[in-house]
């Protein structure tokens, strides 16, 4: 084995044993927590605005922003309503780990909390190596991207639960064909749940709302 490799298995078992804590802890306190991925531009940060001015007099709702730079995303979340959003700042790295998260984690008040979103760095390769200790990963594509994007990056599609197709107001002005792009993203994960949606013309979204409250009535139920 090389010594790269030998690292880098040692690194990802590291924060699988953080992630495991932070799902426990997270588990304890019925709190349905989501990591949202995507290429930078799908419209995590757009889909967190509109959630939160919609469901924000019904959930408790805490967020974590991680980008590489600027605290922009999780100012828009605060703009829109968010009163418990925390910034992460990678510094350059090009996803969130498991440690970022226990430091942001250790700095929140989740008394209360129903619903945890961690919007992750914009990159649809390594975000999907790196358990942050959360229930489901929410794959977010645009309908400016090309509707192969399931096939070229399949361990993303592959370790997510729910696939939000983002911009379908744009259908039409571009080669993307949703069809296809659903039938790529089964191809890699019969199971993903799909949601067709725009954030901008608010289409779609009430699907998505009604699977969020699902969520968190479900996690209440649990023993
Ligand atoms: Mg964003
Ligand atoms: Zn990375």
Sequence with gaps: ??????????????????????RKKLEKQKIVTLNLVSSPGSGKTSLLERTLKELGNKFNMALIAGDVQTENDADRLKRAGGKNVRPVITGG????????????LDEMNLKGVDILFIENVGN???????????????????????????????????????????????????????????????????????FEISCLKETGLEAWYDWLGNQVTSKKGKK
């Design 124 to 194: 649809l390769v390594c975000p999907s190596s790196y358990d942050l200790g959360e229930d489901m990963k929410v794959v977010l594509m645009s309908t400016t991207e090309g509707d192969d994007k399931p096939l070229k990056y399949p361990s993303m599609f592959r370790r997510s639960s729910v696939l939000i197709i983002n911009k379908i107001d744009l259908l039409g002005l571009s080669n993307f064909d949703i069809k296809q792009a659903e039938k790529n993203a089964r191809t890699i994960n019969a199971d993903l749940k799909v």
């Design 1 to 22: 084995m090389s010594k790269k490799i030998t690292v880098e298995k040692k690194v990802l078992s590291e924060n699988d044993r953080l992630a495991a804590d932070i």
């Design 93 to 104: 790295a090009c996803h969130l780990d498991a440690r970022m998260v226990t430091r942001a």
